[in-house]
């Protein structure tokens, strides 16, 4: 084969690669705010519905991170006034997600403007009202969802005594619905939508509404029909930042809530959750700290096995260019340790001697996580126009004794002697392929120069309470439980490449034919992926 078709296969093989790549967007992995809410239902003279006053309280390790740096005029407690400011811009970030309300036949809610924030007890809880344009009566069954659509924010009511109605008829009464299976057109519909979508179409919202759960509000009389809002999409330039100030989403690939996914996320989920709480109790018992542990341990494998960035770039560059077990599992151990100790350092130094606030070691997280993923899509590039033009490779056969692995046998047979399989190679053999240490350096800090945002809430509660030595071991421990995930996910890279070189032989053409595509096409991954994490982080 000549070079030009080389060159047009490989541009042919990459264009479907993207077409596949197109298709996942990125997704958040599992919540890293928890919120215990409750929320008042008003009603007007007329039995109609005029707006909601919320009342959500954080959990304690996010609430430490909320607050850190707020306490400006050092006297050991941060009050409301403190907080008003960042009240008043999470009220900015929750307007530009519908307040994470969804209510009706896709009512329409204004902030009204008199959101606090108190911090008592190493708990934050926001109180804010919404009024709605239009008031509406809730006749036989109003559906009312409170939820983070993505997941970032897990938002939960303990029962039906955490919702209020408020000057209701006294024909009225709620319940509380257990979270429902999405169905497969809705599931399909959700995961269709661009990272630039920043609010559900209102049908799908009423469909999504019941899959975590819902208020039903029913009263003995129904109201007039209501016109239902036209589904559209609602697109923006640029996304805006999360609400609460949290620390930046880990972006990953857009995989389903439901089956083995849906299960992996309600592992990290409890983990995360029993893990804080773990956190919280070393103040009085010490010995929590061997449950926080195991906790942390956990922890890390399950959030590895989640849709982050980190097993992918590794399991493909080890596919693109190792040959060595030993050296993909070095790889993962290595970048997950940087990946805690990059943790451990930012709140040291940002929170411990800056005293920054979470906002800006949030901020300064994002921007180093942006460097992280353009230096995956600098990685793939160099992976992808290396394999291709055959930089780097140092062979000094003579030009006769060069074959091209793209020849047709009948070629090969006038002019190669197959006794001697040594001299048959592509124009870069897999085993000049093996990364050197500046390539195996780009990895690790690819990978791990992007602390998990898990990590630096835990830091910061630990920090702030005192703990810090056990905050460190359960940050260093859950890298430990991530390299041990991506470790066994680059060794099935490795393993799965060495058996498409057997399938045609050891030394044969065809072999190396399927890992020579086979090193390509995790050379376009590590690229794609990394632009695809860039676009979706800017």
């Known amino acids: 084969m000549s070079f030009s078709r080389l060159v047009l296969g490989a541009a042919h093989f990459l264009a479907a690669i993207v077409v596949f790549l197109g298709l996942a967007q990125p997704a958040i992995a599992h919540p890293h705010i928890f919120i215990d809410a409750k929320v008042d239902v ?20 996010f609430s430490v991170w909320t607050v850190q740096g707020l306490d400006k005029n050092n006297d050991g407690s941060v009050d409301s006034s403190e907080l008003q400011e960042l009240a008043d811009e999470n009220m900015v970030g929750l ?27 190493n708990r934050v809880t926001l109180d804010f009202s919404i009024d709605a344009e239009e008031p509406v009566a809730p006749g036989h069954r109003f559906e009312l969802g409170v939820y983070d659509a993505e997941y970032y924010v897990a938002i939960g009511f303990a029962d039906v005594g955490d919702v209020t109605l ?3 008829p006294a024909s009225c009464g ?16 959700l995961y269709s939508l661009g990272p630039e979508v920043l609010e559900l179409p209102p049908d799908l919202a009423a469909a999504m509404r019941g899959t975590q759960g819902m208020i039903v509000i029913s009263c003995a009389e129904a109201p007039a029909p209501t016109t239902a809002l036209e589904a559209t999409e609602q697109v923006a330039v640029s996304r805006p ?53 195991g906790l942390s341990f956990l922890y890390g494998i399950f959030h590895a096995a989640g849709p982050g960035h980190g097993k992918v770039v590794i399991s493909s560059y080890v596919l693109a260019n190792e040959h060595q077990l030993r050296r993909g599992i070095a790889l993962s151990a290595v970048s997950a340790l940087l990946q805690s100790l990059v943790a451990i350092a930012f ?8 005293r920054l606030t979470s906002t800006a070691i949030g901020d300064a997280a994002h921007w180093v996580g942006v460097l992280s993923y353009g230096l995956v899509a600098a990685l793939g590039a160099w992976l992808v126009i290396r394999k291709i033009f055959g930089l780097g490779h140092h062979h000094h056969h ?24 040594e001299h048959m190679h592509h124009a870069v053999s897999p085993a000049d392929l093996s990364g050197n240490w500046r390539e195996q350096l780009g990895v690790v800090l690819a990978v791990g120069l992007r602390p998990c945002s898990g990590a630096l809430v835990v830091m910061v509660f630990a920090l702030s309470q005192g703990l810090l030595a056990a905050g460190v071991a359960s940050v260093l421990l859950m890298g430990l439980g991530t390299a041990i995930t991506v470790a066994v996910l680059a060794s099935l890279a490795v393993g799965a490449k060495g058996l498409l ?28 992926f990394g632009i695809l994490l860039l676009i979706a982080s800017l």
């Open 166 to 168: 408020v000057n209701a």
């Open 241 to 293: 930042s999360a609400p609460f100030g949290g620390p930046p989403p880990e972006p990953g690939l857009n995989l389903p809530r439901s089956g083995f996914f849906g299960w992996l996320q309600d592992q990290q989920r409890a983990f995360y959750g029993a893990m804080t709480r773990s956190l919280d109790a070393l103040r009085n018992d010490w010995t929590a700290f061997w449950v926080l542990g």
């Open 95 to 121: 307007a530009d997600y519908g307040f994470y309300t969804f209510a009706g036949d896709g009512m329409a809610f204004a902030a009204a403007g008199d959101q606090k924030m108190v911090y008592r007890d």
């Open 347 to 354: 709140v040291l130094v940002l929170a411990g001697l800056l």
């Open 501 to 528: 070189g057997r399938l045609g032989g050891e030394e044969s053409v065809l072999a190396q034919r399927i890992v020579w595509w086979a090193e390509l096409a995790g050379a376009a991954l590590v690229l794609l």
């Open 42 to 61: 008003v009603f007007d003279a007329q039995g109609r519905i005029t707006g909601l006053r919320h009342h959500w309280t954080f959990d304690s390790a």
């Open 398 to 421: 003579a030009p006769e004794a060069r074959q091209d692995i793209w020849h047709d046998h009948a070629h090969e047979d006038h002019h190669h002697d197959h006794d001697h399989p």
């Open 174 to 189: 709620a319940e509380l619905v257990p979270p429902q299976p999405m169905d497969k057109a809705t599931e399909e519909r």
